[in-house]
């Protein structure tokens, strides 16, 4: 069996801000999304935050309109800010905080280049998981969708199992599932809360499959905080992934206890193996595949971009890992530029950036079960 995981950046419709010719470009909008995102959760809004809010709808050109060129104000009910109709007076806020208006700031998609999408099909296709964690997907049909018809159209065998629970990002980026064996049941954590309030931005899905011989394989498809867009520093980025790894370190733990002994936890952790936010899970059993003896990791370490840095994972139950007999990480979707210090073997047609399956690398353990 190969289980994998892999941080497909959606399937069909992407952010049209990812969509520019290089990331630089789009990096200063995110990061501006994602600070407004946070501010416009807080309750009340201080005079700081008002401040703050009118510098960075300004920054993402919708400061005297609802519609930008990569965001949308999307109002439901009651008012964010007032707009003068004299446009020498200032655009003032006049929510009070988040609950006196409801709304958010959308970021704009358009459809992913159709050379990117065959990419990402041949990633899965070369990859031949037969469990696969996949992250930021749009939604469950079209998961199913790209299966059926683009991992078929590169010469890939479509999944018989998938499955997709939305989760908590307003921007439809979620946790699914690709399987061929049987899901016997599916528990998303979206609602789980401790003190502080929902954990997941996303979800921490569990999924249980029936792999045979009477036993159970339990997965733990997460994609947590962002580290890359938050405010400087990541300070609540990275108090939002420690929370969120404590969460899946005691469902982990409640599933060994219940006798659960094949458990994975994959996906996009968005930190470093060595981070304060990720050391609940360093603390538990789990171990990372990355560690096995046999594992290939290629000519760079990390799994994001060229970088050096791990942010996707495979962590397995002790008896998990004591089954593996290798694995690694496969870079051929991901766009290495000019890259001329430890470059990586990428499809002949990736030729532009834009082309790229995806900016992560697909991680994947070979598991003899």
């Avoid at 416009?40 to 919708?62: F, M, Q, T, V």
């Avoid at 809360?193 to 045979?212: I, K, P, Q, W």
């Amino acid at each position: 069996m190969i289980i994998g995981a892999f941080n497909v950046e959606n399937l069909f419709d992407r952010a049209k801000v990812l969509n520019q010719e290089t990331w630089e470009q789009g990096a200063p909008v995110l990061a501006a999304h994602a600070e407004l995102s946070e501010l416009l959760e807080r309750d009340p809004y201080s005079a700081d935050d008002k401040r703050r809010i009118l510098e960075l709808l300004e920054l993402l050109g919708i400061l005297w309109q609802d519609e930008g060129d990569f965001v949308w104000l999307r109002r439901i009910r009651g008012p964010l800010v007032r707009r003068p109709r004299d446009r020498t007076k200032p655009v003032e806020v006049v929510a009070t905080g988040r609950t006196s208006w409801i709304g958010w700031v959308d970021l704009k998609t358009e459809h992913v280049d159709a050379l990117a999408m065959e990419h990402t099909a041949m990633v899965m296709r070369d990859v031949a998981a037969d469990v696969l964690g996949v992250v930021e997907a749009e939604a469950r049909p079209v998961l199913d969708m790209f299966t059926a018809a683009m991992l078929k159209k590169v010469g890939g065998t479509p999944y018989e199992q998938v499955m997709l629970v939305d989760g908590n990002d307003r921007r439809g980026i979620d946790v699914g599932l690709l399987s061929r064996y049987p899901i016997a049941a599916v528990r998303p954590h979206i609602y789980d809360a401790d003190d502080v309030g929902t954990v997941f931005s996303r979800d921490c899905c569990e999924y249980h499959l029936d792999v045979g011989g009477g036993r159970t394989l339990v997965v733990l498809v997460n994609h947590l905080k962002s580290k890359g867009y938050g405010s400087p520093g990541d300070p609540t980025g990275a108090k939002r992934r420690r929370r969120q790894a404590a969460r899946i370190a005691a469902i982990y733990d409640e599933l060994i206890t219940a006798g659960h002994a094949l458990v994975a936890v994959v996906g996009d952790l968005n930190d470093t193996p060595d981070s304060h936010a990720l050391q609940p899970l360093r603390e538990t059993t789990l171990e990372d595949i990355s560690k096995h003896p046999q594992f290939d990791p290629g000519p760079r370490t990390g799994t994001f971009r060229g970088e050096k840095n791990q942010i996707d994972y495979l962590l397995l139950s002790p008896d998990l890992f004591a089954r593996a007999t290798g694995g690694g990480i496969f870079r051929k979707g991901v766009w290495r530029g000019d890259r001329t210090r430890n470059p990586w073997e990428i499809y002949p047609t990736l030729t532009e950036e834009r082309h790229a399956a995806s900016d992560h690398a697909a991680i994947w353990a070979e598991i003899d079960l």
